[in-house]
């Protein structure tokens, strides 16, 4: 069946631009976790939805970091006023629920650059 | 909080040879522990997970692991390597059980020789 999807693949924007990414979970996955990975470094955790809500955002690093998930499937991470350290793989994995004994099914990644 | 660390940002190994990957995490409390592997232009892959259940924990591809609580450790091993092993090699920790939330390490980059 069909994994975890994210568009675009590849994303080069400004500094100071508004940016949206996109995640298409797996079918009927209620949870769901972005993940920032910057060059060099491994996955660092930023924001998990439990349905339509987020239900732990403590690993957005600032108020220009948004996500939403409004009808419980897909999510869209929003990045306003782009700066140059926020360039990376942006990642989502979803799972069947939240527990840690489910496993997450990583997408391949949203690769940002700001320019 | 939470951490994980991993020795060793690039090991080599030969083809045939022992694949050691060392992980230690620090945790209060007892940890939900994970390898993930990613091959080059694909997503992240779970090879095993420890969740308090046996201390020696098998995976997919050959893999296991050995959680030992006295050691702090989830070091990743497998007899033999093959080239298709090259890759990039996560450990990660979970808070606790009712929260997937992840903590991974800096990873560790396992190339394969000939």
């Known amino acids: ?68 998930r409004p009808e419980g499937s897909v999510s869209t991470l929003k990045i306003q006023r782009t700066e140059r350290g926020d360039s990376a793989v942006y990642l989502c994995a979803s799972s069947s629920s939240f527990s840690s004994y489910n496993e997450q099914f990583f997408g391949p990644g949203t690769r940002l650059t700001v320019l | 909080a939470q951490s994980v660390t991993q020795l060793g940002s690039h090991v080599s190994v030969s083809e045939g040879a022992l694949v050691l990957l060392r992980c230690n995490y620090s945790s209060s409390v007892p940890p939900y522990l994970f390898w993930y592997v990613q091959y080059p232009n694909q997503g992240l892959q779970l090879l095993l997970k420890y969740t308090s259940a046996a201390t020696l924990v098998k995976g997919i591809n050959g893999f296991e692991a050995e959680f030992k609580k006295s050691e702090t450790s989830f070091h990743l091993t497998k007899p033999s390597a093959h080239m298709s092993d090259a890759a990039e090699y996560f450990c990660a920790v979970s808070p606790s059980s009712n929260t997937g939330k992840l903590i991974f390490g800096q990873g560790t980059t396992l190339q394969v020789k000939p």
Do not use: M
Request: hydrophobic letters at 30%; proline letters at 6%; charged letters at 20%.
């Open chain 1, 1 to 68: 069946g069909a994994g975890v999807s994210q568009t675009p693949s590849n994303k080069v924007t400004e500094k100071g631009k508004y940016v949206e990414l996109r995640c298409d979970p797996i079918s009927g996955h209620t949870a769901l976790y972005w993940y920032r990975q910057s060059l060099g470094q491994g996955p660092e955790f930023l924001i998990y939805f439990q349905g339509t809500g987020a239900a732990d955002d403590s690993g957005l690093p600032n108020d220009r970091f948004f996500a939403v």
